[in-house]
């Protein structure tokens, strides 16, 4: 099975930014590791980033954030991509839509793909539907997303295991 992991939404603005939290900051060394061990393995790595354009609907709710092309909009330091690895920019919840992720995954003939980043009731939600309506197996790895808050975390985790057949790990015990 050919396994990818992607890193959602780990931008300036929602880690340390105008919509920083927390939970966010938290999650941010557990990613880090995640990524190294990934690297290691040769997993493939997609880094899902909002990017969002003045006029995209999704601005009428949250206001201007992640806007194309601005610092706000970029990957926080810790995460700098490596040769190879794949940016994909989205402008909804869902890494899938509207975007080239599932022409690359399948391009790799990816068929699982682990999730990480934040926000876990959100954007990894959505995504985690995104791939199974895909059929790719999904992976959360519950030490490297993140909510505001912990109930919220916690009923998106329990959501995409009842959902869509998440498996949920914890980082230690991803790689057993």
Aim: charged share 30%; hydrophobic share 40%.
């Amino acid at each position: 099975m050919r396994t990818a992991l992607l890193v959602i939404d780990m931008l300036k603005e929602f880690v340390y930014g105008r919509l920083g939290f927390e939970n966010a900051r938290k999650v941010v060394p557990n990613i880090v590791k995640l990524v190294k061990e990934a690297r290691k393995r040769k997993i493939h790595i997609f880094f899902i980033c909002d990017s969002h354009k003045q006029e995209d609907y999704e601005l009428k709710i949250w206001g201007p954030h992640a806007l194309e092309g601005s610092e706000e909009a970029q990957l926080i330091p810790q995460l700098k991509p490596e040769e190879g690895e794949g940016i994909i920019k989205k402008n909804t919840y869902d890494g899938f839509f509207k975007t080239s992720l599932e022409k690359e995954l399948k391009k790799k003939r990816v068929s699982e793909v682990i999730l990480a980043g934040i926000m876990s009731d959100i954007c990894v939600q959505h995504t985690a539907a995104g791939a199974f309506f895909r059929e790719f197996k999904v992976v959360i790895v519950k030490d490297a997303v993140a909510a505001l808050t912990k109930e919220r975390n916690d009923a998106a985790l329990n959501y995409m295991k009842k959902n869509y057949g998440a498996k949920i790990v914890s980082l230690n015990d991803l790689f057993k």
